[in-house]
């Protein structure tokens, strides 16, 4: 795979919902670190997402916050 996106992370798919038109992904990275991407139902199908697979959630953002207590 090559993408552009340098913010690239593999995981375990822990959860699949879909919905009328949008699916849910959990990505388990690991270290208690899980992501949630909202992704279409037909790109489910085509990339054959099932949970216990492996994926990689790509983070591509034009703003990224930073906070702290």
């Not at 992370?9 to 670190?33: E, M, N, P, S, Y």
């Not at 085509?46 to 990689?56: I, N, P, Q, R, T």
């Amino acid at each position: 795979m090559k993408i552009s996106a340098r913010n690239r992370f593999k995981g375990k798919i822990v959860d699949v919902v879909k919905g009328a038109t949008t699916a849910h992904v959990r990505i388990d990275l690991g270290g208690g670190a899980v992501v949630t991407a909202s992704i279409t139902n037909e790109a489910v199908d085509e990339l054959g997402l099932k949970v216990g697979g492996d994926a990689y959630a790509v983070i591509k953002a034009s703003d990224v916050m930073v906070a702290i207590d």
